[in-house]
């Protein structure tokens, strides 16, 4: 139900055009996004005690290595951090595994060293996170892609235009400018910060609203920080939601406040919906995806109007109070004028064209089509 298991599901569909796809999940009793191929159920979730994720790990070695043969696959292309670990065992195929998280990468690059160590390839979801992963192991040059995430244009449309309950409405009408933030309520996202800057904001402008998309163990933070924010009946909270679109396209624009990220893909999703963006200059994605560089050292000081959307200074766990200052003046310019709500709300939809089905896929099969034939040249040597 998160961002890499949405990107695993619209994976799926791009590589089912032309490939047989299965789905391999630990645990599939939550299945929240649509997908294509055929879905294997390894029912292993996750366990809290030591011996518990020992064992886990043992009887999820068992499964795949026994998926592999019977199945007779040729590549295995993990998603998650877990899935990642999986790949210190040896497995009789092409083993790809994934960076999602800029954050993980920053902290504990030495484990993505070691999976790809036992492993024919890395794909990053960004340029950035797979420059600086080579900073550190200029080595594995030759192993280690970089691959936007696939968003769903169509389909996302079309969930949009669903209908939504008479409280949100009630909720809109009493608030003309709305911002919205999507995601799950975890330290990561930083929505504790966009509450402040968002009251903020309001103290200038009485007609916004925020609408935060999403459930977990942060909800706690969040409604201490509205009380000590003093926006009360200014926040609507929608709870986790399988099709966020019918909300988020009913709203004015769209924020990301997060500490760190992969690639954001609810970023470009809100741009596919015709929403205008405000983002703060986060590692990695933002920058990459509103003004097509990996310059993270810029934007320090004050917010800049970029190509596709506004990117704001950095927000930290530290002093960023300046960085508050700025994400909350850039919400209070932009919904403050029509002009350049309607000119960035042109060029998202403009942009998240540029995530189409037919890129990643073009870009992933030659990835695929690359390892493949290293791998039988590597066994033609053996012969």
Same mark, same amino acid.
């Given at each position: ?24 999940? &630990? ?5 929240? &996004? ?43 292309? $993990? ?48 340029? &950035?996170?797979?420059?600086? &992963? ?33 409280? =949100? ?21 930083? =929505? ?138 850039? $919400? ?22 540029? =995530? ?28």
């Amino acid at each position: 139900m998160g961002g890499t298991e949405r990107s695993a599901a619209n994976i799926s569909k791009v590589l089912a055009d032309e490939h047989n796809v299965l789905l391999a999940l &630990y645990d599939g009793t939550q299945i929240k &996004y649509s997908f294509a191929g055929r879905l294997i159920d390894f029912q292993l979730p996750p366990k809290k005690t030591f011996l518990g994720k020992v064992l886990n790990t043992f009887l999820r070695d068992v499964k795949l290595r026994k998926l592999i043969k019977q199945e007779q696959i040729d590549i295995l292309y $993990m998603f998650t951090a877990i899935g990642n670990r999986q790949t210190r065992y040896p497995y009789n195929t092409g083993k790809i595994i994934s960076a999602r998280d800029f954050g993980r990468m920053f902290e504990k690059s030495y484990e993505y060293k070691k999976a790809l160590n036992k492993s024919a390839a890395m794909i990053c979801n960004s340029e &950035y996170t797979k420059q600086f &992963y080579l900073l550190k192991y200029p080595e594995d040059r030759d192993k280690v892609f970089s691959l936007y995430n696939y968003i769903d244009i169509a389909e996302i449309r079309e969930q949009a235009l669903e209908t939504v309950d008479a409280e =949100f409405l009630a909720f809109l009408n009493q608030h003309e400018k709305t911002i919205v933030a999507v995601g799950r309520f975890c330290k990561e996202k930083g =929505f504790e910060y966009l509450i402040d800057s968002f009251s903020q904001a309001r103290e200038k402008n009485q007609e916004l609203g925020l609408v935060l998309i999403g459930d977990g163990e942060y909800k706690a933070k969040y409604l201490e920080a509205i009380e000590k924010c003093d926006v009360g009946g200014h926040v609507y909270f929608t709870g986790f939601q399988k099709n966020p679109y019918k909300y988020m396209s009913r709203c004015r624009c769209f924020v990301l406040s997060s500490l760190s990220e992969g690639f954001p893909n609810v970023l470009a999703e809100a741009m596919a919906l015709g929403l205008p963006v405000i983002a703060d200059n986060c590692y990695s994605g933002p920058a990459e995806i509103l003004r097509r560089d990996q310059n993270y050292n810029s934007v320090t000081d004050i917010y800049q109007e970029c190509e596709y959307g506004i990117l704001t200074p950095r927000i930290t766990e530290a002093d960023n109070r300046h960085a508050l200052a700025q994400l909350a003046a850039a $919400m209070k310019d932009l919904l403050s004028s029509d002009e350049k709500m309607q000119h960035y709300a042109k060029l998202s939809i403009e942009r998240a064209c540029e =995530f189409s089905r037919e890129a990643v896929s073009e870009k992933l099969d030659s990835i695929f089509e690359e390892l493949l034939e290293r791998r039988n040249r590597r066994d033609s040597h053996k012969k």
